[in-house]
């Protein structure tokens, strides 16, 4: 992914990837109450299926959380969710009154429930990007879109459209007591490298 | 002492959250908003004590209400819980007189504690 930038500049762009994804870790942890790991930290400079575990996975339900930044520096985030990932989430995290129930408020708790996790853990990261670059950037109100496993990287790659040239890394996240992988990614513009050459230069 | 305290935040989940310890710890929540708009109706009509104000909401930033809130004159205590923790973030709310900038994740006691505080203060 970072072809564009020298070994000096790679190090610090790293670095920050992933100092951000620690602080999303570590709100992950806290508000699952249980220890997260960065299992893997993959960087692309393309969407294309980019979840190989969904690729195969037609029938399996997944639950896509988006989140668009704005600001300086444009970009956009995706907290991926399977159902089963999501049902252990829930019952570690919600009261039973919340996850038994069907009413359509306890459907909205559940689903306000997942988008505030994807705001916090995306805001861990923004925070620290802006911090580090020194730019105004700010996640938006995040969206939850459930779909079937076949459409997951169709959709990805939609959702990046808009960005021209991407800059983009996913990370495995890893809740042993739970048994969830989520898969946290990242689309940025062009943008980032230069603000990373900017800083280092 | 119980504080007549509005709630503010998009998401369900997390004004539940709030006003499950505000609650717990005797205070009496008269409101809860979702959106800028109707905050701003909320603060003008229940007049709260205390607000508990998110900062990216679906119709504009916690840093816009408070903005509102001087240019009208609208008092109230405002305890800022946000996931946006950027320092200019922080910075600028501290500016509009916000008494405490909270960041989501956030323990039960940061939220009573600062309650504490602006009962004391």
Redesign the interface.
């Known amino acids: 992914m970072f072809a564009k930038l020298n070994d000096n500049e790679l190090e610090i762009a790293s670095k920050l990837v992933f100092d951000g994804l620690s602080m999303a870790k570590k709100s992950m942890e806290q508000i699952l109450q249980s220890p997260i790991s960065i299992e893997k930290v993959d960087y692309s400079d393309t969407v294309k299926s980019v979840l190989p575990r969904y690729l195969q996975a037609e029938a399996q339900t997944v639950h896509v959380i988006k989140t668009q930044l704005i600001g300086e520096l444009k970009g956009i985030s995706f907290l991926v969710f399977s159902d089963q990932e999501v049902k252990k989430v829930y019952e570690a995290c919600l009261p039973g009154t919340i996850i038994n129930s069907s009413s359509p408020e306890s459907k909205m708790m559940k689903m306000g429930f997942l988008t505030e996790v994807d705001n916090m853990m995306a805001a861990a990261v923004i925070t620290e990007f802006s911090n580090f670059l020194g730019v105004e950037m700010y996640g938006n109100v995040p969206s939850l879109h459930v779909m079937k496993g076949e459409e997951v990287n169709d959709f990805l790659e939609k959702e990046s459209g808009d960005f021209t040239s991407v800059i983009h890394f996913k990370a495995i996240f890893h809740g042993k007591e739970l048994d969830i992988s989520p898969d946290f990614i990242w689309v940025f513009q062009e943008e980032f490298v230069n603000k990373i050459k900017a800083i280092v230069g | 002492m119980s504080q007549k305290i509005l709630v503010v935040d ?5 004004r ?1 959250l709030v006003k499950n310890v505000l609650k717990k710890a005797g205070h009496e929540v008269i409101g809860e908003a979702k959106d800028g708009a109707e905050a701003l109706d909320k603060i003008e009509s229940l007049k709260p004590e205390i607000i508990t104000l998110d900062n ?3 119709d504009m ?1 916690g840093i816009d209400i408070l903005r509102v809130m001087k240019e009208n004159d609208l008092k109230a205590k405002v305890i800022m819980i ?8 922080i910075e600028d709310a501290t500016e509009l007189g916000v008494f405490q900038y909270i960041i ?2 956030f323990d039960e006691e940061d939220l009573l504690e600062a309650l504490k505080q602006l009962e004391n203060g």
Request: glycine share 10%; net charge neutral; no cysteine.
């Open positions: 998009d998401s369900g989940y997390s539940m990216i909401l679906p930033t946000s996931a946006v923790g950027q320092l200019s973030a989501k994740p």
